[in-house]
């Protein structure tokens, strides 16, 4: 049984901490080792029965990055139609992604077949297999973090199109698509939607509840 | 911008590697200090719009603990009956939850109207918002590791029952419903359920692709 010093707690804290939402990416390689590590790390995840539904699929070729981001700028396109200003504009001027910049995309996908009909755990919520990948990709970008690569979420894509373009089969569902790299700049003090004014961080006294929701107490 | 030395790096692994779902606890209470570090590092995750969907409902009360671990055991009841033999027996001889022993229950839930109705970045991924509670469930679970504290997710729990027992809105979806204390016996240095035989970890690299799933490659 390890047990952790202050230091080594210290260390996952600042994990944790100092983990950022990365859109901005210099573009020299991660070494094949550290990008091993960091896939690793997300195998290494906890999931729903030991099921590990995870697969990664690792893309470096510009035309494919290329296709991607196409798809993200539609879909960005259209989200920004839905705004009403002068949020628009605010949303217009946010950098979303660094699909092309970043040297590696790893597109994080869900089988929810592995294991299956039987899985542990999976009987009463059936969507655990889904909130297992997440955990994976949680460890991914930690460790990634402590590897120094910054990694960014690009949700702002269409899942079947981009299926097509990284040929995922029909029954696998891609959860998260990710680009990874060393970050333009470092990583920022604060999350960038925090910089940029979109959003504050939540006070978490708001958000905890003690033995029962108690919706007028934290919420009013 | 902070940088990990190697020491460092490797405790944010160890964490990653060190982590286990623990279902047999020692009675001795979490401190507040400690308890409040891991639900901190649970809100730090990142979201998806920097929404913060997520909320804690942090259970010690007996009863309410005893109420929810009939629920459990009900649901396990029902996923035994539908293996059959011999599975149904090993199922059987699983334990699968330590929700009476443990001295906190952690309830995690995601709120899909927080920040709503045009949370960035979900406009073409709906379920992102679960995917970001799931990101802060991880970082509880390693934040727990670092200081010692075991962590067991029982997913065998009927989510609308769940509800009702905490007080739950309606709209609010209890996610994940996470067991803490010290662990009895401390922790195992392999997954639980390799340790009882029930499934292996899988070889990463059938489950990395490179460029395209191209599943004939690695999945035969």
Redesign the interface.
Known sequence: ????TE?????????????R?IRRFRDDPIPEDVLE?I???A????S?????P????????EE?KAEVAEIADR?IA??RE??AEP?RSE?AA?K?EGIRESPVNVCVTCDPTR?AP?V??????K??D??ST??A???L???A????VGVG?V?????YELQEV????PH?KP??YLCLGYPEG??PEE?V??QEG??E??D?ER?????????DRDRS
Not at 1 to 4: A, K
Not at 155 to 159: A, C, D, F, G, R
Request: aromatic fraction near 14%; proline fraction near 4%.
């Open positions: 049984m390890v047990s952790f230091e080594e707690r210290s260390a996952v804290y600042e994990a944790i901490y100092a983990r939402d590590r896939v690793r790390a195998h290494h995840a906890p729903v029965g030991f099921s590990q995870w697969d990664f699929v690792v893309v470096r070729d494919t879909a259209a989200a839905g705004y949020t949303f946010l979303l294991d039987h542990l755990g999976r009987s009463s919520m969507r655990t889904v909130y997440c955990l990709v949680q460890n970008w930690l460790a973090r402590a590897e120094g979420w949700s702002v894509l269409y899942p990284l040929g995922i089969p696998i959860i998260a470092g990583f999350p939607l925090q979109w959003r961080r939540l978490l958000l905890v509840h003690d033995e029962r929701w108690e919706s």
